[in-house]
């Protein structure tokens, strides 16, 4: 069983930056690959970024490429998204996402969920 608790969203105008926290219970943290999935108002959840256990592969969705980083620190069984460059389009819920199965893009592959933490950009 894994526990997750995201942290560090806020209100930020556009142009700003905020980093994401996921902190995880468990000894075998660096086994799971960790995405980050967000869901905006009135929008269906929707791919961020994927990080392997290792931290050596990432994945990202198209519109965060080149403005938000995900890393780890399996030593502190830490997760992170960097997001710098906001825009008002990436105002969500910000959650993370633990799976045992695979390093995937999907949601239904994830098995671990946090509560979520909202971001809100403003132009």
């Known amino acids: 069983q894994v526990q997750l608790v995201e942290s560090g969203g806020g209100s930020v105008q556009a142009g700003g930056s905020l980093r994401l926290s996921c902190g995880a219970s468990?000894?075998?943290?660096?086994?799971?690959?960790m995405g980050w999935f967000r869901q905006g108002p009135g929008k269906e959840r929707e791919f961020v970024a994927v990080?392997?256990?290792?931290?050596?592969?990432?994945t990202y969705e198209n519109s965060v490429k080149g403005r938000f980083t995900v890393s780890r620190d399996n030593a502190k069984n830490t997760v992170y998204l960097q997001m710098n460059s906001l825009k008002p389009e990436d105002t969500a819920v910000y959650y993370c996402?633990?799976?045992?199965?695979?390093?995937?893009?999907?949601?239904?592959?994830?098995?671990?969920w946090g509560q979520g933490t909202q971001v809100t950009v403003s132009s």
């Open positions: 996402a633990a799976s045992n199965r695979a390093y995937s893009r999907v949601a239904n592959q994830y098995d671990y």
């Open positions: 468990g000894r075998t943290f660096s086994n799971y690959p």
């Open positions: 990080i392997s256990g290792s931290g050596e592969i990432t």
